[in-house]
């Protein structure tokens, strides 16, 4: 991302706390004007006015329940009518950590509705104008717990799941267009979510937990560098070449009109 005054308008979901309160003042930063959305109105009064003081910019605030179909439809008719917005981060996450029996229905749910509901439409919401414009970048925010799953992270590990393959083949469907599509797959952070989801921070190995600050920063790096999926903790670049060069060949190797021989009826 060029830093300039013409940025246009990034939108940043879940932009109350933890990442999402990050990365809008660092879009701020840049000169982008803001759209913010999330639930708790005066959190994001109160960063709306900092931005806007400190930064210059414009900010609007969308309070709304992206588990809500009724405040979610409200969020996707405002952004399908802004043709100024560049930029969509798709931050917005809920997570309860705990088995699945232990888990309401009504918990799950809301895991399926604000992380992939919510990542979807808003998502079908700008790409028509991003397609049309030929730019655009979308920026969806899974887990590492999208690829590896705790006994205690089914549902939120399905719901990130879904994240990474739908970021995947958005682009593969956007190759060869100037609309970017970064996938994001964080591993711990010190933000609300855990107490939230019910682990306090304080359980965790403290060595393995990043600022939010940095892990923001870093992401942006990735963007910045062209990435498509971004690992803001994995220092061992050849990991994650090993792990897309496996998954590319396993894919392969499935392509046989065959059964395997191990599953041949003796
Ligand atoms: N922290 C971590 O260790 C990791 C986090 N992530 C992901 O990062 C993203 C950001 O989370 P993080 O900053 O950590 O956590 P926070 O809990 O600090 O932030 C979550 C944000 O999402 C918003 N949000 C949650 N539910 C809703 C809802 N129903 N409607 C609208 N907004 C909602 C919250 O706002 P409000 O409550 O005001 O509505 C808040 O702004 C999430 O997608 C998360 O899954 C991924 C990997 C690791
Ligand atoms: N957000 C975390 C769990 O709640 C994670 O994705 O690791």
New binding site residues.
């Given amino acids: 991302m060029k830093d300039n005054k013409n940025m246009g308008t990034a939108v940043v979901?879940?932009?109350?706390?933890?990442?999402?309160?990050v990365f809008a003042e660092r879009l701020a930063k840049r000169g982008y004007n803001l759209k913010l959305?999330?639930?708790?109105k005066d959190?994001?009064d109160s960063l709306a006015e900092k931005l806007e003081n400190k930064y210059g910019i414009k900010v609007t605030n969308l309070v709304?329940?992206?588990?809500?179909e009724t405040?979610l439809q409200g969020v996707v008719n405002d952004l399908s009518a802004d043709k100024s917005i560049t930029l969509l981060i798709n931050?917005?996450?809920?997570?309860t950590l705990a088995s699945v029996t232990a888990t309401s229905t009504e918990k799950q749910k809301?895991m399926i509705?604000?992380?992939v509901t919510?990542l979807m439409l808003l998502s079908n919401a700008v790409l028509p104008l991003f397609i049309e414009r030929n730019e655009g970048v979308l920026v969806n925010?899974?887990?590492?717990?999208g690829f590896y799953s705790l006994p205690i992270s089914a549902v939120?590990s399905g719901t990130?799941g879904f994240v990474v393959q739908y970021t995947r083949g958005l682009q593969e469907e956007l190759k060869g267009t100037n609309v970017r599509v970064q996938l994001v797959?964080?591993?711990?952070?010190?933000?609300?979510?855990?107490e939230?989801g019910g682990i306090p921070l304080s359980a965790l190995d403290a060595s393995t937990i990043m600022e939010?600050e940095d892990c923001v920063d870093a992401i942006l790096v990735g963007l910045d560098n062209g990435e498509l999926a971004t690992h803001p903790s994995v220092n061992d670049q050849q990991l994650i070449d090993n792990y897309e060069d496996a998954r590319l060949k396993l894919f392969k190797g499935s392509q046989h009109s065959k059964a395997a021989d191990r599953y041949t009826i003796q």
């Fill in positions: 979901t879940g932009a109350s706390s933890g990442l999402g309160e959305v999330a639930r708790r959190r994001l709304a329940d992206l588990g809500s405040d931050n917005a996450g809920t997570s809301a509705g604000v992380n919510a925010i899974a887990s590492v717990l939120y990130k797959n964080p591993a711990t952070t010190a933000t609300e979510i855990w939230v939010t």
